[in-house]
T-cell receptor
Framework: DQQVKQNSPSLSVQEGRISILNCDYT??????FLWYKKYPAEGPTFLIS?????DKNEDGRFTVFLNKSAKHLSLHIVPSQPGDSAVYFC???????????FGQGTRLTINP | KAGVTQTPRYLIKTRGQQVTLSCSPI?????VSWYQQTPGQGLQFLFE???????NKGNFPGRFSGRQFSNSRSEMNVSTLELGDSALYLC??????????????FGEGSWLTVV
């Protein structure tokens, strides 16, 4: 039972354009969502998070949108840069538990 | 401020052996959790410790164990290693504040290969 799903294994975007990564969840108890960026054989790097009491959070080039009714969140990167090429993971936690449930990841490639 | 530190970074073990991995959390962080990443299963939660007590446990066999020390450092142990235990093991730490919204920060990981 995969509670957090990233249905796109890969995404290719031209440099300077917008990258949109999507994530769906099934567990309505999730109330905190995070996005991480990861390179092979390294630990995930925290990018941005959002609480279920909000529907949008921005940090520089990164914006996360949360649609609770659809149980869907998305990460927007504008403008996309070559250094953004990595695997992006969506993760969720419930009620303060220090336990993350991860999606399978989306490999983002930014083309010059 | 130093990040989450894991040792060793890379190690090779033989099937049947045991392994111990170490983690030093970010200074001031009291919750330490462990994750396993494999190509087939993705990132999976192993367990979480807070104030030297295991608070949450993932769906892994009893061969996987851990502990946390009074200074919040943590170790995880895998006994009777199997080939399928080859993975990147990630340690993560967080404050936590007691409610929702605790950002969890990860270390660089320990890459275990079982031969």
């Amino acid at each position: 039972d995969q509670q957090v799903k990233q249905n796109s294994p890969s995404l290719s975007v031209q440099e300077g354009r917008i990258s949109i990564l999507n994530c769906d969840y099934t567990n309505s108890m999730f109330d905190y969502f995070l996005w991480y960026k990861k390179y092979p054989a390294e630990g995930p790097t925290f990018l941005i998070s959002i609480s279920s009491i909000k529907d949008k959070n921005e940090d520089g080039r990164f914006t996360v949108f949360l649609n609770k009714s659809a149980k869907h969140l998305s990460l927007h990167i504008v403008p996309s840069q070559p250094g953004d090429s990595a695997v992006y993971f969506c993760a969720a936690s419930a009620q303060g538990a220090q336990k993350l449930v991860f999606g399978q990841g989306t490999r983002l490639t930014i083309n010059p | 401020k130093a990040g989450v530190t894991q040792t060793p970074r890379y190690l090779i073990k033989t099937r049947g052996q045991q392994v111990t991995l170490s983690c030093s959390p970010i200074s001031g962080h009291r919750s330490v959790s462990w994750y396993q990443q494999t190509p087939g299963q993705g990132l999976q939660f192993l367990f979480e410790y807070f104030s030297e007590t295991q608070r949450n446990k993932g769906n892994f066999p009893g061969r996987f164990s851990g502990r946390q020390f009074s200074n919040s450092r943590s170790e995880m142990n895998v006994s009777t290693l199997e080939l399928g235990d080859s993975a990147l093991y990630l340690c993560a730490s967080s404050l936590p504040t007691g409610g929702s919204g605790n950002t969890i920060y990860f270390g660089e990981g320990s890459w275990l290969t079982v031969v």
